[in-house]
Every structure is written in C-alpha cells, then in structure tokens.
C-alpha cells in the first residue's frame, strides 16, 4: 500500500486560507468517505482535525474543512492563524481493513 | 478522562525484538479498536495494525506482517505492539491511538524505540 501524495509545503498570510491535497487511488480516497486530517506539532502527537471527508470532531474550529473529489481529498484551513503552523497528514481506509497516511505538509504562517 | 499511557523508551540492537506496552483508563478498553502507527525521525506517519481489544482478532499492514504481534491483556486494560527482528530503519516513535480516524480518536504520548548497534 503506497502513502497517499501530499505537497510537502503550503504557506499563507495570517487571515489568507491554504488548501492541502491529498491524492490516492480508486483503491482508498477514490473508494471510500473514510477521509482523516491530522495535525502535528514537533514532539506532539498527531490531533484528529477532520474524519470522514468532511467532519469535525468537538473543539475543532469551524475554519478547518475538508471535501473530496474522485481520488483527491483536501483539507482548507481559513483564516490562518500562527498556532495552525504545523505538519498536516491525511489517511484513508483501504480496504481489507488497511488504512493509509499521506506524505505530510509542512505548513507555514507567514 | 481518557489517557492512553505508554511504556518508556527502548535501546534495541539489530535483530533484537521491543514490546512496546500501552495502557488505557477512562473508556470501556473493549469497546474501541486499539491501532499502531510509528514515526521515523523526520518523517511522516505509518501505520502498522490494529486489535479489536474484544476479541483478539488482528489486522497488520502488509508491510509488517510476520514481524509485528499485536496483543492485549483486558484485565489490566493494555494492549501490546511486539515487533521482531529490529533494523535500523525501525527507529521510530510508536504511537497506541484509540478509534483511528473515528470520532473517538485518541492517542498515546508516544514511545521511542532506537534500534542500534
């Protein structure tokens, strides 16, 4: 099972949006709602930002979302902030109770 | 409330296995898959199985099968990542995470396993 692609940078202006893509296969993204966002600050474990595409868990601010279309999911964050530097991770399930992560995104608030 | 508390950091030799412990308070230990991912220094996440706590039953990444044994004491609420024949390029930090991906997701604080001659 190959990791899911992800840009390794994104950047934005406190208040600008940024939009990470996360591209997989017909085989996870492409198959099913089953979508995760995490994000991870150095030495910090990973936090559940976005599950199912497109869901917030509680405490997640309303500036994180995500969509997908066919075998490409992406994560928006609005309304940057300087705590939302961070690395990004997507994963998917794939199938024959396998799950998958992306490559990671560095993002950087300018 | 919920914690999932890791055993400490492990110095392995190549060839050697670790046994990395993870204890969980604050839930019905039963009640939620118990999965695996790991960390590479520098690099992004991996995830390596998962146990249903209830029942036993594995499920390994491809990557790992045959190296890796996932179990679980429900009498003390733990569940345990055992994997063998160490590398170098298993240096990692290892991470229990609760429901992956799911509304209930929660992870441990991590354990650094450091495979070195």
């Known amino acids: 099972q190959s990791a899911l692609t992800q840009p390794p940078s994104a950047s934005g202006s406190p208040g600008q949006s940024v939009t990470i893509s996360c591209t997989g296969t017909s085989s996870d993204v492409g198959g099913y709602n089953y979508v995760s966002w995490y994000q991870q600050h150095p030495g910090k474990a990973p936090k559940l930002m976005i599950y199912?595409?497109?869901k917030r868990p509680s405490g997640v601010p309303d500036r994180f979302s995500g969509s997908k279309s066919g075998n490409t999911a992406s994560l928006t964050v609005s309304g940057l902030q300087a705590e939302d530097e961070a690395d990004y991770y997507c994963?998917?399930?794939?199938?024959?109770?396998?799950?998958?992560f992306g490559t990671g995104t560095k993002v950087t608030v300018l | 409330q919920v914690q999932l508390v890791q055993s400490g950091a492990e110095v392995k030799k190549p060839g050697a296995s670790v046994k990395v412990s993870c204890k969980a308070s604050g839930y019905t230990f039963t009640g939620y898959y118990m999965h695996w991912v790991r960390q590479a220094p520098g690099q992004g996440l991996e995830w390596m199985g998962r146990?249903?706590?209830?029942?036993?039953?594995?499920n390994y990444a491809q990557k790992f099968q045959g190296r890796v044994t996932m179990t679980r004491d429900t009498s003390i609420s733990t569940a345990y990542m055992e994997l063998s024949r160490l590398r170098s390029d298993d240096t990692a930090v290892y991470y229990c995470a609760r429901a992956l991906a799911k509304i209930d997701d929660y992870w441990g604080q991590g354990t650094l396993v450091t495979v070195s001659s």
């Open positions: 146990i249903n706590p209830n029942s036993g039953g594995t």
């Open positions: 199912e595409v497109s």
């Open positions: 994963s998917s399930y794939a199938g024959s109770n396998n799950l998958v």
